[in-house]
T-cell receptor
């Protein structure tokens, strides 16, 4: 069974601070997706990383896929209250490429 | 357009009721999924349909019965549920983009079993 460990589980910061969320596994994933979910809504896809060492930027969010494709990180600069939500990483696999393995999630609260 | 729609938004049902959740996508995706999600936890996969055929059933109790009438629609029939089945039920669909599959989620149905 492939497992994704996500840390921290909870994070409460002030507006304007920077933060990093980590997603780690002992297994290799062919790709990894990051989602943000707000209360009562479905997860919204933020980015997909595919190549080892890949870095993608989405405004103030920077996503990195580890060289060995076993880990990933999400860095947010100058966090804003609108960034509040549950952040989920999800690795593609095992077996069928149509199945995702989700991390445990990081609940981020950005205080004004 | 990456929209997956789900109805109803909220559902309250008794343990003897029969109800159905509906999901629709018009993105031409050929894989569709049902997930169950408890508060502040990640989604748990229940079923996967690939080309309208059930390909994965994650040992879900028979009181949950999925159905895929066509490539755009996915239903989840509910019967004799238990209070612990109360959760957010999410539908998703996936396409191929490059070398990876990307899943797009609907807004979910908040189910309460009384």
């Amino acid at each position: 069974t492939q497992l994704l460990e996500q840390s921290p589980q909870f994070l409460s910061i002030q507006e304007g601070e920077n933060l990093t969320v980590y997603c780690n596994s002992s297994s290799v994933f062919s790709s990894l997706q990051w989602y943000r979910q707000e209360p009562g809504e479905g997860p919204v896809l933020l980015v997909t990383v595919v190549t080892g060492g890949e870095v993608k930027k989405l405004k103030r969010l920077t996503f990195q896929f580890g060289d060995a494709r076993k880990d990933s990180s999400l860095h947010i600069t100058a966090a804003q209250p609108g960034d509040t939500g549950l952040y989920l990483c999800a690795g593609e696999g095992p077996g069928s490429a149509r199945q995702l393995t989700f991390g445990s999630g990081t609940q981020l609260t950005v205080l004004p | 357009d990456t929209e997956v729609t789900q109805t109803p938004k909220h559902l309250v049902m008794g343990m003897t009721n029969k109800k159905s959740l509906k999901c629709e996508q018009h993105m031409g995706h050929r894989a569709m999924y049902w997930y169950k999600q408890k508060a502040k936890k990640p989604p748990e996969l229940m079923f996967v349909y690939s080309y309208e055929k059930l390909s994965i059933n994650e040992s879900v109790p028979s009181r949950f019965s999925p159905e895929c009438p066509n490539s755009s629609l996915l239903n989840l029939h509910l019967h004799a549920l238990q209070p612990e089945d109360s959760a957010l039920y999410l539908c998703a669909s996936s396409q191929v983009r490059g070398s990876s599959y990307e899943q797009y989620f609907g807004p979910g149905t908040r189910l309460t079993v009384t």
